[in-house]
């Protein structure tokens, strides 16, 4: 439920009234408009009347407009820039930035101790290589026994 200011409500007002006479004048029923677009049948009469007491914020309003605008055969995203946003005037930003608060900007030291870190490379685990997939190893025994064999008893030679 959105409280639309005198300007957003006299463009709610106007555009409803073009969207609902381009609907009666291809025939559609809102029922239809409210099928195609996903848009609540509610919502869809409050836009055609003005209604802003049962419509959501603007930012939906104006989402509303486009896509009952693109249904309508009417160019929904020109349709829904006419429907301001915000009409109030943006405040003047001051020169001159705020000072963060000291918690920000002074550099204290942690209570805590420093300590140094182990000498990583003494580290058995983290000095050897690598391990190799069991897969890798059952083929080089695999392949280490089949040479043994071999050496042991060479293949018959043909006569």
Do not use: C, W
């Not at 509610?42 to 419509?55: D, N």
């Not at 486009?66 to 929904?76: K, S």
């Amino acid at each position: 439920m959105s409280k639309l200011d005198p300007i957003q409500l006299e463009q709610l007002k106007e555009i409803g009234v073009h969207l609902h006479q381009t609907r009666e004048q291809q025939s559609k029923s809102l029922e239809e408009v409210a099928a195609k677009t996903f848009i609540p049948l509610r919502l869809l009469q409050a836009i055609e009347v003005g209604q802003a007491t049962v419509l959501p914020e603007p930012i939906f309003i104006q989402g509303f407009i486009r896509r009952y605008g693109d249904v309508v055969g009417l160019d929904g995203i020109a349709l829904s820039k006419q429907f301001s946003l915000d009409t109030t005037a943006v405040p003047a930003k001051s020169e001159q930035p705020k000072a963060l608060p000291p918690q920000f900007t002074e550099h204290r030291r942690s209570p805590l101790p420093l300590t140094p870190v182990q000498n990583l490379s003494t580290h058995k685990r983290l000095a050897q290589p690598p391990l190799t997939s069991r897969s890798t190893v059952r083929i080089q025994s695999t392949l280490n026994r089949d040479k043994n064999q071999l050496t042991q008893n060479p293949p018959a030679q043909p006569v």
